[in-house]
């Protein structure tokens, strides 16, 4: 909370006037004004800025469901899964076919920050794919490969590929992947600085390797381990912030 005195009602009207065009979110049902009469019959007014109070969460979306609480064609929502406050919204998305770490807050600052390119904050995906990768194809995702976006051709930025351990510590997927007996399967870490739509999936089929299943696992420093699909976490502000954007730790 953040408070002041002031002996001028016309000095408050000021500062208030200031405050509503540097931090129009701090004005309103958040801003208390009030005030009292000292012994020579001065007035003094108090105007008291308080923190909104915003709610953070953290999910893991399971596959095959939306990333909305408003429901579609008969699909699987949020809703069905999670009961948040009613001006609580996801913050971007993950496709209907993919799985893992989806952050739910009312909070638009978060927003802002994360979906708008300017900030390429880090997001890691582990990525089951048909076939045994090689590492000539994990060095072209790292370069940037061609993809379409918007029916135009797009290059990746730069980003992190890794193969992983054939046995992650990670839930079995409902329903399971289809296997082909006839070929194996790998999988990678991708860690990208960019969301262009499906852009992991269109990734991996690039440099010949389709993707069978997509779990989001980090944005940030904030991370899914030790989730079961449809579990749900609450943060306080400064640790949901010091997750997503501090990069020191």
């Known amino acids: 909370?953040?408070?002041?005195?002031?002996?001028?009602?016309?000095?408050?009207?000021?500062?208030?006037?200031?405050?509503?065009?540097?931090?129009?979110?701090?004005?309103?049902?958040?801003?208390?004004?009030?005030?009292?009469?000292?012994?020579?019959?001065?007035?003094?007014?108090?105007?008291?800025?308080?923190?909104?109070?915003?709610?953070?969460?953290s999910v893991y979306k399971p596959f095959q469901v939306l990333s909305q609480f408003s429901s579609e064609e008969g699909k699987k929502t949020l809703g069905d899964f999670f009961r948040v406050e009613k001006e609580v919204y996801p913050v971007g998305r993950l496709d209907h076919d993919s799985e893992g770490l989806l952050l739910l807050t009312d909070d638009k600052a978060i927003n802002h920050r994360l979906l708008h390119p300017r900030w390429e904050h880090e997001r890691e995906y582990w990525?089951?794919?048909?076939?045994?990768?090689?590492?000539?194809?994990?060095?072209?995702?790292?370069?940037?490969?061609?993809?379409?976006?918007?029916?135009?051709?797009?290059?990746?930025?730069p980003c992190k590929a890794r193969r992983l351990s054939a046995t992650l510590p990670m839930p079995e997927r409902n329903p399971p992947i289809r296997?082909?007996?006839?070929?194996?399967?790998?999988?990678?870490?991708?860690?990208?600085?960019?969301?262009?739509?499906?852009?992991?999936?269109?990734?991996?089929?690039?440099?010949?390797?389709?993707?069978?299943?997509?779990?989001?696992?980090?944005?940030?420093?904030?991370?899914i381990e030790g989730f079961a699909p449809g579990e749900m976490r609450e943060w306080k502000r400064d640790a949901f912030y010091k997750l997503l954007f501090d990069k020191q730790g």
């Open 127 to 157: 990525v089951q794919v048909e076939g045994a990768i090689e590492e000539k194809a994990l060095y072209a995702l790292e370069k940037g490969v061609v993809i379409s976006v918007n029916g135009k051709q797009y290059k990746t930025k």
């Open 179 to 223: 296997f082909r007996q006839s070929i194996p399967t790998s999988w990678i870490s991708l860690v990208l600085s960019e969301g262009k739509n499906r852009q992991v999936r269109k990734m991996t089929a690039a440099v010949g390797f389709p993707t069978l299943r997509l779990i989001r696992y980090r944005i940030g420093r904030l991370t």
């Open 1 to 57: 909370m953040i408070a002041k005195k002031y002996r001028s009602a016309e000095m408050l009207a000021i500062t208030v006037f200031h405050c509503m065009l540097i931090m129009p979110f701090f004005i309103s049902p958040l801003l208390r004004l009030s005030f009292m009469l000292c012994s020579d019959d001065q007035s003094i007014y108090t105007i008291s800025c308080m923190q909104p109070l915003f709610h953070y969460y």
